[in-house]
DNA sequence: GTCCTGCTAGTCAAGTTTGACTACAGGCGT
DNA sequence: ACGCCTGTAGTCAAACTTGACTAGCAGGAC
């Protein structure tokens, strides 16, 4: 699963009520074209994908303010809120080596209570355990792991980055059990997208590694 | 870019001359149904496409020799060769926060010559230094990283994987300089397809981790 | 004999992603 | 008055991915 639907879905909620070109912004803002695959199209799928399936309201409004075509805006529904949180909680608590949905859902994470969030990181860390000792086993024949030659390096990548996802994860629990930062209930949200109008201070300046992916 | 067309590239170029359902076999054998996109669909889409653009030339042959629908053979042309070459050093050498794309250049990485292998992957330490440094100064305002609230987290995230894919990368290079596996050019070379009619040993017990991606 | 299961080999429609493209308004220079 | 550039908002075709489906043959069960 991609990252689009749930930082799409986030974006919508957090206005309140947006049209394309404002979610296109925020992931802009978020610098998420940078760290997923949110292209315009894929914006403008999804969200007509996801009017389709109910999980959005679309309401066809008055040509734009400022020049450009008609625009439309969407409301997240009840699904569509209960899609976001499954999103959100799915993407917390399985392991699936892709960087991007993970870093979507530590944009949101403090939509959730902070209980369930230390529980689904802790679900995350077993998913963790799990995998790395499903690949130690596998890739451990009768005949040792220099049967494997270099194949072996692939298994070692892997229990690599599980071991560094794994030390990534406890350290976030400590800290969110330690106190920080402010979780659904417990006071003022965290604001992350632009008002409208309002300019991204993050326009120009963004990363670009040396990114060809 | 997925690592489809590397692994089918590079599967059918270990057999020198092979049918879809073969590709499909040699990727299972390798478990990269588990890791990357390697389904059917689009290992077949894979041949076809690349055949119409002149890396593959398909072969209609007579129907199969046990059962089943005739079968279409393929073999890597001139351009399909440099193409694979040029997606293996890319593979290698950028980092792109995908470890699919990588695991199957790892597994391919023994078709360059020693010291290219070793150039490409300081290349990519060093593509792995800028990005790390471009997010952290990205993510420091003047106003200090607390500003940012748990969005700082994904900053985080990002720099403990670069870390943790850097000194992987680093073990790699010592192993490489200091003389294991069997690289071009250096002897016999490491045979990893299942010939016509051997069994997948590893067709069961495949590790399956809590997987949902 | 024929039914059933499993293996071989691949197709297909539906959904998703990509990157380039369109179209409109306002401002600015000349 | 005219073209030109920027910013707004979104469309589109082509490519890719997914998961379910088809169809032929072999071998064993009954």
């Known amino acids: 699963m991609s990252a689009i639907r749930l930082l799409v879905l986030g974006a919508v909620r957090m206005h309140g009520r947006a049209h394309g070109y404002q979610v296109r912004n ?22 007509k994908q ?29 699904e569509g809120l ?29 939509d959730l209570p902070r209980a369930e969030a230390v529980a689904l990181l802790k679900e995350r ?3 963790i355990r799990e995998w790395r000792s499903a690949v130690t086993e596998y890739y451990t024949p009768e005949e040792g792991p220099e049967s494997l030659g270099h194949i072996g390096e692939i298994m ?29 209930g417990e006071g003022d949200p965290f604001v992350g997208v632009l008002a409208e109008g309002e300019e991204n201070p993050y326009a120009t300046g963004v990363p670009d590694p040396g990114d060809d992916e």
């Open 125 to 127: 860390i077993e998913g």
């Open 26 to 47: 925020d992931l802009e803002y978020w610098g998420a074209h940078e760290w997923s695959n949110a292209k315009p199209g894929s914006i403008y799928h999804a969200l």
């Open 156 to 184: 070692n990548l892997w229990v690599h980055s599980a071991d560094s996802g794994a030390e990534w994860t406890r350290g976030l629990i400590a800290r969110i059990e330690g106190g920080a930062y402010t979780f659904a």
């Open 50 to 78: 996801m009017a389709k399936q109910g999980l959005l309201l679309a309401h066809e409004t008055a040509p734009s303010t400022a020049g450009g075509p008609p625009r439309t805006e969407y409301e997240v529904t009840a």
């Open 82 to 110: 209960e899609e976001y949180r499954a999103l959100l909680r799915d993407a917390i608590r399985s392991y699936d080596r892709n960087m991007d949905v993970l870093s979507a859902a530590v944009g949101f994470i403090v």
